[in-house]
């Protein structure tokens, strides 16, 4: 997730001379997040994802890490406006920052880190009521999850929404999905 122009963060990794050689970006990592401060990426450390138990985050510096990480690049994304983006960023550098930050699989991974900049953000208050309510307390998130809050936003013109070419086609059953 970039936070404001996306734009801005593909250009700094582009420019970054290192950019190539993934182990000197993971060298340069401090120098890195001073300047890409707009990227945000929660992962586990290298050992993967468990089901059950605190690991130690271990997340990406640029979306094309993010990009191979995942095995493919994603299915939808969504260009978001209209939102705090200080409130985002300083809700981002306050997770990140946090000594010994963790990564759990149902309580605090990628989409909850998300549901969190973007509540910070004021995502939620464009959402009806009740999709509010559920989202601001809802301990486990989703990417599914990310995405209706996004299709929300979109229907509220906040949001773009663009989908890959290579993103697969919904399967309906008997008129169900």
Same mark, same amino acid.
């Given at each position: ?34 300047? @890409?401060?707009?990227? &945000? ?5 290298? #050992?993967?994802?468990? *089901? ?5 985050? $271990? ?40 000594? @010994?930050?963790?990564? &759990? ?5 990628? #989409?909850?880190?998300? *549901? ?5 953000? $004021? ?40 989908? @890959? ?13």
């Amino acid at each position: 997730m970039y936070i404001g122009d996306p734009n801005i963060g593909k250009n700094i990794e582009r420019n970054y001379s290192k950019y190539e050689n993934r182990e000197a970006r993971q060298a340069d990592r401090e120098a890195i997040e001073h300047f @890409n401060t707009n990227y &945000v990426s929660w992962w586990p450390e290298e #050992s993967g994802a468990q *089901l059950l138990g605190k690991q130690p985050q $271990g997340r990406n510096l640029f979306l094309e890490s993010d990009i191979s990480d995942e095995g493919s690049p994603p299915h939808l994304v969504y260009t978001v406006s209209g939102l705090d983006v200080a409130n985002m960023r300083a809700e981002w550098f306050k997770i990140r920052n946090k000594t @010994n930050a963790h990564f &759990v699989f149902f309580r605090k991974n990628c #989409s909850t880190i998300v *549901l969190r900049i973007l509540k910070a953000g $004021g995502a939620l208050n464009n959402l009806p009521t009740a999709k509010h309510l559920w989202f601001s307390n809802n301990l486990y998130v989703t990417p599914k999850n990310i995405a209706q809050i996004c299709n929300e936003l979109r229907n509220a013109n906040l949001a773009v929404k663009t989908r @890959n070419s290579h993103c697969p086609e919904k399967e309906f059953i008997f008129g169900l999905r």
